[in-house]
């Protein structure tokens, strides 16, 4: 089976394996897990920030980020397709009871000009704006790589605002590699940020949030309201610490196969799609005279897994587990279902 589903679905390399088997461990929530904070420092020093937190999913470090940023009642400027608004459950609003302030953007790149006409003047019959998120690469924007230009603009504008800026960077490393721009230049841009090793990096659980100290500090009291303690967490962070020393490089593999599926479907009739949109392990699009449900049934039947993105496009997304050939016969299969 061919899974296109996501670059969640990777598993652990042998080193990983190996380093899970042998992790020295400690209580984390107590601050004794050795393994998780190597983990903690080590991050922080790629991320470029003061500290850093482990957490068990991406979703977990968005939302104790904005509940260490922001207070109830507040306003958080976002993407209209972000994750944060569209995949987390309005989690942002049930736990930190704040309002999203969802804006249109370029395929989940939003004008510098349009966030700032969207901070709250200080008038009582409105709420207070307490945060900007933002998204590199954005998923549902096709895995686009926001520039380091776009989120230089949207800082300083935070920073003019005395605003914090909060960066769901789950696939950073991803834009990092396909851009060539360093990781820490993004995160100069950032209060904080949260990045995930489950993915494209091919650990089995986890992700890290990093930011000030002080952030950090206050973030770890949220971790534990929200049940996230994970005590002998050593034995999956060490396939992190794996990830961040070992598979960072390797992403080129996928963009470059991800490019290989955007060529071989650039052009097919049937097809709603433009190649130039792919940059790194996503690659979207929209079938025009089959149902998404049709065709991903289609594909299905090929041994071919991939994600409906409602209302009416598939998702293909490349990982390590996705080989060359793969791609090969995932092109073949898609002309053969558009010319049945």
């Known amino acids: ?6 670059d969640t679905i990777t598993r652990p ?3 990983m394996r190996k380093a899970m088997y042998e992790a020295e461990v400690g209580d984390d929530v107590y601050g004794e897990d050795p393994t998780v904070n190597s983990l903690e420092e080590e991050s922080a020093q790629v991320l470029g920030k003061e500290a ?28 209209a397709n ?22 249109p953007g370029d395929k989940g790149i939003l004008s510098p000009e349009l966030v700032a006409s969207a901070i709250r003047p200080d008038d009582i019959h409105l709420p207070p704006t307490s945060l900007i998120c933002l998204e590199n690469t954005h998923n549902r924007g096709g895995g686009r790589v926001v520039p380091l230009e776009i989120m230089k603009k949207i800082f300083s504008i935070a920073s ?62 949220w971790r534990k309201r929200l049940g996230g303690g994970m005590r002998q967490a050593g034995v999956i962070a060490s396939a992190c610490l794996v990830a961040l020393k070992t598979m960072i490089e390797r992403l080129a593999d996928d963009h470059a196969n991800a490019r290989l599926l955007a060529e071989g479907l650039s052009g097919l009739k049937g097809l709603d799609f433009n190649p130039d949109d792919v940059e790194t392990n996503i690659v979207i699009i929209k079938p025009l005279h089959i149902s998404p449900m049709l065709f991903n049934e289609e594909l299905r039947k090929r041994n071919i897994l991939a994600s409906i993105m409602e209302p009416d496009m598939i998702r293909l ?12 016969t995932t092109i073949m299969a898609i002309r053969d279902i558009l010319s049945g």
Do not use: W
């Open 52 to 79: 850093a937190i482990y957490v068990s999913s991406g979703t977990m470090g968005n939302q104790v980020a904005i509940l260490t940023h922001t207070s109830p009642g507040t306003e958080v400027i976002m993407e």
């Open 13 to 15: 390399t042998e080193e």
């Open 317 to 328: 997304t490349t990982s390590k587990e996705v080989s060359r050939s793969d791609i090969e």
């Open 160 to 221: 003019q605002n005395n605003l914090p800026v909060h960066l769901d960077g789950a696939r950073i490393f991803n834009a990092s590699v396909a851009s060539g721009v360093a990781v820490k230049e993004y995160t100069a841009c950032t209060t904080s940020i949260q990045c995930c090793f489950s993915k494209g990096l091919g650990a089995p659980v986890g992700s890290i949030l990093a930011g000030p100290e002080i952030f950090i500090d206050e973030a770890r009291r």
């Open 1 to 6: 089976m061919i899974d296109l589903r996501s």
């Open 82 to 103: 972000s994750h944060i608004y569209y995949y987390e459950a309005a989690a942002a609003s049930v736990f930190a009871g704040i309002q999203p302030r969802p804006l």
